[in-house]
Nanobody, 116 residues
């Protein structure tokens, strides 16, 4: 059974930084899997924030380019999202996603709140 567990969320002031982690279990973590971070703000649809695919290629939403970085450590079965220069509009629940074969898996989410 595949499980994804996110951590690292919290309350941070504008301009601050957070690093989110997503640990995968139940699978042999592999760089072949596409991993992504999504977020959902109240009253809005879930949106892709960043993704990393086979070979290490990354993709970012325009709103976070230059501020967020996605990277993975296959030895630790973990994918990270480093978030810098945070803005109030980054406030949302952040979800980890793994695309394995034809299936997609989600974590339970971690709340990020950017506020002074």
């Amino acid at each position: 059974q595949v499980q994804l567990v996110e951590s690292g969320g919290g309350l941070v002031q504008p301009g601050g930084s957070l690093r989110l982690s997503c640990v995968a279990s139940g699978i042999m973590f592999s760089s072949r899997y596409a991993m992504g971070w999504y977020r959902q703000a109240p009253g809005k649809q879930r949106e892709l924030v960043a993704s990393i695919i086979s070979g290490g290629s990354t993709n970012y939403a325009n709103s976070v380019k230059g501020r967020f970085t996605i990277f993975r450590d296959n030895a630790k079965n973990t994918v990270y999202l480093q978030m810098n220069s945070l803005k109030p509009e980054d406030t949302a629940v952040y979800y980890c996603n793994a695309a394995i074969g034809t299936k997609g898996y989600w974590g339970q989410g971690t709340q990020v709140t950017v506020s002074s």
